[in-house]
T-cell receptor
Framework: DTAVSQTPKYLVTQMGNDKSIKCEQN?????MYWYKQDSKKFLKIMFS???????INETVPNRFSPKSPDKAHLNLHINSLELGDSAVYFC???????????FGEGSRLTVL | GIQVEQSPPDLILQEGANSTLRCNFS?????LQWFHQNPWGQLINLFY???GTKQNGRLSATTVATERYSLLYISSSQTTDSGVYFC??????????FGQGTELSVKP
């Protein structure tokens, strides 16, 4: 039974397209996150939601828009994709804001 | 902001060897975690260890919060231990910040 699940796992698309990545957690956690891992494997937080409310919004282009329909789901929509958006995007959750973090399996986005 | 430094950046071991990975951080933290990213890209929780010592099989971790470092010990390494080990810390009122990782390769 997967605790944090993301779909799709792989996404290949053309520049300029719009795409979404979905995330669901069944751990009953209050806080969810999106992280981006670049080609050098560096992990950087993008967004965090606590009980459906945005609490962290790092300096990312406004082409990236998170949406949390309920506290078990956090989706990431990306408009007008660019080559530099190619990366692995990880969803994560924790019980409280600074609590133990659990990651999904990642979604590898390739923009051609 | 807080700085997180992991060492060494790369490590090659023969199967069966022991190793110690280090994570230094520049400010007080209320959360520290160690993760293993396996060759398939999955990020696996190893330890949630803001202070003290924990053991899980061949792995153990120690965090000395007052001296701002944490150590991850891997004993009797196996090829399945290969991958990248990340330390992540959360300062008071802040967000979880990752180190740059230690890339471990265990040779048979």
């Amino acid at each position: 039974d997967t605790a944090v699940s993301q779909t799709p796992k792989y996404l290949v698309t053309q520049m300029g397209n719009d795409k979404s990545i979905k995330c669901e957690q069944n751990l009953g956690h209050d806080t969810m996150y999106w992280y981006k891992q670049d080609s050098k494997k560096f992990l950087k937080i993008m967004f965090s939601y606590n009980n459906k409310e945005l609490i962290i919004n790092e300096t990312v282009p406004n082409r990236f828009s998170p949406k949390s329909p309920d506290k078990a789901h956090l989706n990431l929509h990306i408009n007008s994709l660019e080559l530099g958006d190619s990366a692995v995007y990880f969803c994560a959750s924790s019980q409280e804001y600074t609590g133990e973090l659990f990651f999904g399996e990642g979604s590898r986005l390739t923009v051609l | 902001g807080i700085q997180v430094e992991q060492s060494p950046p790369d490590l090659i071991l023969q199967e069966g060897a022991n190793s110690t990975l280090r994570c230094n951080f520049s400010d007080s933290v209320n959360n520290l975690q160690w993760f293993h990213q396996n060759p398939w890209g999955q990020l696996i929780n190893l330890f949630y260890i803001p202070s003290g010592t924990k053991q899980n099989g061949r792995l153990s971790a120690t965090t000395v919060a007052t001296e701002r470092y944490s150590l991850l010990y891997i004993s009797s390494s196996q090829t399945t231990d290969s991958g990248v080990y990340f330390c992540a810390v959360c300062p008071q009122g802040g967000k979880l910040i990752f180190g740059q990782g230690t890339e471990l390769s265990v040779k048979p």
